[in-house]
């Protein structure tokens, strides 16, 4: 089955920086990857998505790369705020399995 | 409903004593998920249900784990003889079909005593 490592676990930047989480997939049949922001007490909310058509989706100060090649997708947040402090998940899932494989999140903190 | 609808909030039970959740998914989405959360873990994929195909429940970690989804809508994720080590958040969540955007409920704390 599909195997999802997110890194880092833990990530601390200055508001105002750039935060960046990384993600690998194993099963090379994946095709949609969301990445999920979940506040405390709440449950996971898709923040952007990307499917293996394109290499780069932008919205806002969010981005999403994905190297299909490699099997890897990463998350860039450019001028954090401290309300982009949670916990961020990635997933993949593909036509074939359909349920999400969640990596194992990132707590990022923003500090003002 | 405007979301996916999670009951209870809150679950304390004594152990050894059976719990029923409930999720109540958003109208026309036929995938419905389970997922659970231990304190400051990642998401433990439980159950997966897609129309009326048999469900994958591959991620149930014992036999003491059961769920249906009846008519397609609500669904039941039950834990028999309920043990300490199910305390957790039980999410779930529902999507339009598989592979595309998942939506979640707010989640059922259950906690075991």
């Known amino acids: 089955g599909e195997n999802v490592e997110q890194h880092p676990s833990t990530l601390s930047v200055q508001e105002g920086d750039s935060a960046v989480i990384k993600c690998t997939y194993s099963?090379?049949?994946?095709?949609?990857f969301p990445w999920y922001k979940q506040e405390l007490g709440k449950g996971p909310q898709l923040i952007i998505d990307i499917r293996s058509n394109v290499g780069e989706k932008k919205d806002q100060r969010i981005a999403v790369t994905l190297n299909k090649t490699a099997k890897h997708f990463s998350l860039h947040i450019t001028e954090t705020q401290p309300e982009d402090s949670a916990v961020y998940f990635c997933a993949a899932s593909n036509r074939k399995s359909y349920q999400h494989t969640f990596g194992k999140g990132t707590k990022l903190s923003v500090i003002p | 409903g405007a979301g996916v609808s999670q009951s209870p909030s809150n679950k304390v039970t004594e152990k050894g004593k059976d719990v029923e959740l409930r999720c109540d998914p958003i109208?026309?989405?036929?995938?419905l998920y389970w997922y659970r959360q231990s304190l400051g873990q990642g998401l433990e994929f439980l159950i997966y249900f897609q129309g009326n195909s048999a469900p994958d429940k591959s991620g149930l970690p014992s036999d003491r784990f059961s769920a249906e989804r009846t008519g397609g809508s609500v669904s039941t994720l039950t834990i028999q003889r309920t043990q300490q080590e199910d305390s957790a958040v039980y999410l779930c969540?529902?999507?339009?079909?598989?592979?595309?955007?998942?939506?979640f409920g707010q989640g059922t704390r259950l906690t075991v005593v």
């Open positions: 969540a529902s999507s339009t079909t598989g592979n595309t955007e998942a939506f």
């Open positions: 109208s026309g989405h036929t995938a």
């Open positions: 099963d090379s049949a994946s095709n949609y």
